[in-house]
């Protein structure tokens, strides 16, 4: 018989609570996990990271008649070790701030288990920085400590020496300390603290229901109340915290902490989510669609036979999704890119342009306004052996797509040959929580990127945008906005250049000019 292999735990610090902060050496470590152990306060979406196969254990769960307690966690780490597995201890923050990480690693060395600690990003500093609050700062705080507010400082066992630690530290960030803020206030004040020291709390750091207060010392406890701040929370003392109004994040970047709703399909989402992030909002992905495929066999073998034959002058794209669906339809029978080598290309706007460059396709044409109307006139305007009066374009694109085009183009003499590839139908399911989100009115900025984004979002809603009433409402092009305008909704925003990037530009500059600085 041979033994199994001992496995491999790493103890992993997932950062204050934005996915986005875990680092690099903890994501690969996840991303190779069998077994993920985690804590309430790792960010949920970090589980996603790890394999889909991977066995997720919620070690801040019930068991039976109580949470699971320590010696039952290190157990937990032991065994799946000693079975070999490679198994990822996830948890908030820093692994060895307040996370018992020392006694986890103790445990599994004891038990003869390898075991690596992967720092992480402690939300008593990063937390507090996204909160807009510097632990330290030149000439305000030279030190700082970090202190558990878990027990009650009027209990004559207590172990924290707040008389001490009053006058003696700048910056105090007390963590779990919201249960006993009264107590801790008045501890620090009858230390020899200033009643008027800058205070702040910090609910639920760098997540999107992160909440800030800022008040004093002697004032802290009776806001708290007042405002319902609950755990988890960060609980500072110390000049710093009157910095905040100075550094909080919306102050620093106008986009930052904002909800953005990113309708487009999860294939094209990436893209202007991780710009949304890269500027400090939270983008939240609600897919209005989903590209179905209506493409007619014999009328598309028809259409292959006659680029063959070079029938088409010009072939005509109108969106990315037209490209990548008419090219998969192309390889699939058999055929590819050399079939188009007798006419000449239009792309509608650079995004399309983008997608056929993607297939190293070259676009002959990019009119300079991205609509219809836009290419209708640009086509309209070639001479000679670009002319289109008399000669066969090719069209293919979405079931239900505007008129505009292929009216306009026959009323410059073209033969249009228009060809169904796909309909870009409601999603069968949107995301709950993303829904749930519209719904409760939480969306400060709705971006759309075509039509049929804002008419099958209002079919998820139940036929009505009216939850978004109160949203800054940014289109990528005016076909769009008039799409919003016909379901009620007033666009703030709409890109000049109807791209990804001019609908960001755009917004960035609306944004900015109405945070009060522009
Ligand atoms: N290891 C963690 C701390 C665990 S103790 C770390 O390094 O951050 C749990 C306490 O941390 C909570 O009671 C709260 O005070 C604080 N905390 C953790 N995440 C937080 C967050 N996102 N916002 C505010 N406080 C947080």
Known sequence: MTATPLGHVWLVGAGPGDP??????GLAALRRAEVVV???????ALLDEAPADAERIDAGK????????QDEINALLVTHGLAGKRVVRLKGGDPFVFGRGGEEAIALADAGIPCVVIPGVTSAIG??????????????ATSFAVITGHEDPSKPEAGVHWDRLATSVDTLVVLMGVGNIDGIAAALIAGGRDAATPAALVQQASTPAQRVLTSTLGEIAAAARDAKIEAPALFVVGDVAGLQPLLDPAHLAPLAGKRVLVTRTRAQASTLADTL?????????????EIEERIDGDAFREVARNLMLGRYRWTVFTSPNAVDAFLDALWETGGDARLLRGNLICAIGPGTARALAARHIHADLIPTEAIGEGVVAALAARQGEEAI?????????AEGARDVLPDGLRAAGAEVEEMTLYLAAPPAAAPPEALAAVRAGKIDIATFTSSST??????LLGGDLSPLRSATIVCIGPIVAEAAREHGLEPHVVAEEHTIEGMVAALRAYVHSHSGRG
């Open 389 to 397: 009066a008399g000669a066969r374009i090719l069209l293919p694109r």
């Open 127 to 140: 937390g507090l920085a996204r909160g807009g609050i510097p632990v330290t700062h030149r000439a305000v």
């Open 277 to 289: 992030r890269a500027e400090g909002a939270w983008p939240v992905l609600l897919p209005a669609l």
């Open 38 to 44: 985690y804590d309430r306060l790792a960010a949920p």
């Open 62 to 69: 019930r068991v039976g008649d109580h949470t699971m307690i």
């Open 20 to 25: 986005g902060l875990i680092t690099v050496a």
């Open 454 to 459: 804002v008419r099958n979002l209002a079919t």
